[in-house]
């Protein structure tokens, strides 16, 4: 969209600001309210902000300001004031392009796909929880009658959210986002909203909007949305899963695609499913990027019966106990994605593991059709399937020593992501639970 068409669609649509945005490493949305009578200021990058106040931009109170340099492309009509509009844009520091943005980042990443001749297309399923904090300012899902212990699919406790439900579903569709069904999730007040799959860049900026949307809505009836990957431990945790496939640049051809395969696959689908897999544990350090995540990615059996988190790097056709499924011909979907994931980031390693795995023609191995959460760790290491990691520090450890990704983060961010990551990590190790004083304090 050209800033002449961002002109038109002022006066069309009676558009009073703007809310020029930008993620930061946790993916979590910032911005600056734009008045339209400003609009040329603001496509010149007049949104500044003082980076060390604003997340993790890789900049101390010394810096310069980062501008917001906004993608008109993204520009999206708000559908509960339609007087205002959100657009994407991506960080300049010095009038340069700024190597911390991930959005930035994953746009560097597609065009080294687009070089090779690739566009990659996601969907994404972002399962979130609608909460209720109490008195004491604790969190619980607000549905006292969602009580089931498989409340997956249960139409009675979507009922009582259809309020929330339906006017998300209709925000979607006044976007144009073709949104094609929602229901209720595996754990207690869980849903998913699924809309149509886009380019890469087009979904993480969706994905993105779609946090924000659903959290206004939520609180805008009194409740509280969390894509957290592990709120309640008996219960099943957020993924995020993401469906990938490769096209051709003008996006006319599935190149995952061969209807001749018994699943539906290319030989390019194999050869980027091998590249996935054969990154698998450093790839987990961005797609499940916060201490919590790796209290979803159990074989544990939450109230339901099963995490539906994968455990190990493998790949299978219809099997929810992978980390890559395949759905349906022509595309994988990547289970491991969680809710905390930054989109901008986990479709640039994605992309990388995958390119990685085309140059290198590397092989996924045999398909796999158990149920992985019954074999025991000898039959597992037998087979030579890979363990995902199990906390955040082995995450990064193995992320720290992985060159392709490293390479397309870019070494600098790689390097400061790991070190804001590991801060965290000890932030959460310091601390002391309830759990401790529940287990220790009578004891010693």
């Known amino acids: 969209m050209t800033l002449d068409e961002v002109k038109s669609l002022i006066a069309e649509r009676g558009i009073n600001f703007f809310l020029c945005s930008y993620v930061e490493m946790s993916g979590a949305p910032k911005a600056k309210l734009i008045p339209a009578t400003h609009i040329d200021d603001m496509a010149d990058g007049s949104a500044g902000f003082a980076g060390f106040a604003a997340g993790d931009m890789g900049q101390s109170p010394h ?70 904090q109490d008195e004491n300012g604790g969190y619980a899902p607000w549905d006292a009658l969602d009580t ?14 259809l309020d929330v439900i339906t006017t ?27 809309w149509l799959y886009a380019d890469a860049l087009t979904t993480a ?82 797609t499940c990027p916060i201490v919590n995540s790796y209290k979803r990615l159990i074989r544990g059996q939450p109230r339901s019966g099963a995490s539906w988190a994968p455990v190990y790097g493998t790949y299978g056709g219809s099997n929810r106990t992978q980390m890559i499924r395949i759905p349906d011909p022509g595309r994988i979907e990547n289970r491991i994605v969680d809710g905390a994931t930054n989109p901008y980031l986990a479709y640039t390693v994605l992309l990388a593991a995958g390119m990685d795995g085309i140059a290198n023609q590397m092989d996924p191995g045999v398909r796999n059709d158990d149920n992985l959460y019954e074999l025991d760790e000898d039959e597992l290491r037998r087979r030579g399937i890979t363990f995902l990691p199990t906390s955040l ?42 759990w401790e004083l529940d287990n220790y304090i009578g004891v010693f």
Not at 84 to 90: K, L
Not at 181 to 188: F, G, L, M, N, Q
Not at 242 to 249: A, G
Not at 404 to 412: I, S, T
């Open 205 to 286: 900026d969706r994905h993105t909007f779609f946090r924000w949307m659903v959290k206004t809505v939520a609180e805008e009836h009194g409740l509280t949305a969390t894509f957290m990957p592990k709120p309640f431990q008996n219960l099943t945790g957020n993924g995020a899963h993401c469906h990938v496939s490769l096209w051709d640049t003008a996006n006319t051809t599935n190149l995952f695609l061969d209807e001749d395969d018994e699943n539906g696959l290319s030989q390019l689908a194999y050869w980027f499913t091998g590249g996935v897999l054969h990154h698998a544990r450093a790839l987990t350090a961005v």
């Open 148 to 161: 089931l212990d498989k409340p997956c699919y249960d139409v009675r406790a979507l009922y009582r959210n």
């Open 393 to 434: 520090p082995e995450a990064l450890d193995e992320l720290d020593k992985d060159d392709v990704l490293k390479e397309a983060l870019g070494r600098e961010y790689a390097d400061y992501f790991i070190e804001v990551k590991r801060e965290e990590w000890n932030r959460y190790h310091l601390s002391v639970s309830q």
């Open 63 to 132: 810096d310069p300001d980062m501008l917001c340099h906004p993608d008109f492309n993204s520009t999206l009509v708000l559908p509960w004031r339609k007087d205002i509009a959100w657009v994407s844009g991506n960080i300049h520091v010095n009038d340069v392009p700024w190597h911390y943005g991930p959005r930035t980042i994953l746009q560097q990443q597609l065009a080294k796909a687009e070089q090779a001749g690739y566009l990659m297309n996601v969907g994404t399923e972002a399962e979130f929880m609608l909460l209720q």
């Open 168 to 194: 998300l579903v209709g925000y979607m569709q006044d976007l144009g986002w073709e949104p094609y069904a929602s229901d209720h999730e595996d754990a207690t007040c869980q849903f998913e909203l699924n």
